[in-house]
């Protein structure tokens, strides 16, 4: 079991930057991946990076060379930088955990609005 927590959403303007945390219960180093979801109002959940144990990232199309993923396995956290931020980021972004099953964060509201 892990327990996640985001932080570092929020009301940005287009064109603005944030960057969001999440905190794990316990050591990260051991997991098979660690990345964020996102899910837009009214669709469907849908994933915006992932890093995995070597330390290979993915990223959805959409978000490669705006987001960037790190991970500080001292301090067991991610971090999802998001820069160039467009309305349709609009979303709340959950962090997860997977390792043989997935565990969830509640989620951290991002709004990208003038």
């Known amino acids: 079991q892990v327990q996640l927590v985001e932080s570092g959403g929020g009301l940005v303007q287009p064109g603005g930057a944030l960057r969001l945390s999440c905190a794990a219960s316990r050591s990260i180093i051991l997991f098979n991946a660690m990345g964020w979801y996102r899910q837009p109002p009214g669709k469907e959940r849908e994933l915006v990076a992932e890093?995995?144990?070597?330390?290979?990232?993915n990223y959805a199309d959409s978000m490669k060379g705006r987001f960037s993923i790190s991970r500080d396995v001292v301090k067991n956290m991610v971090f999802l930088q998001m820069n160039s931020l467009k309305p349709e980021d609009t979303a709340v972004y959950y962090c997860y955990v997977r390792h043989a099953v997935y565990y969830w964060g509640n989620g951290t509201l991002v709004t990208v609005s003038s």
């Open positions: 890093v995995a144990r070597g330390g290979i990232t």
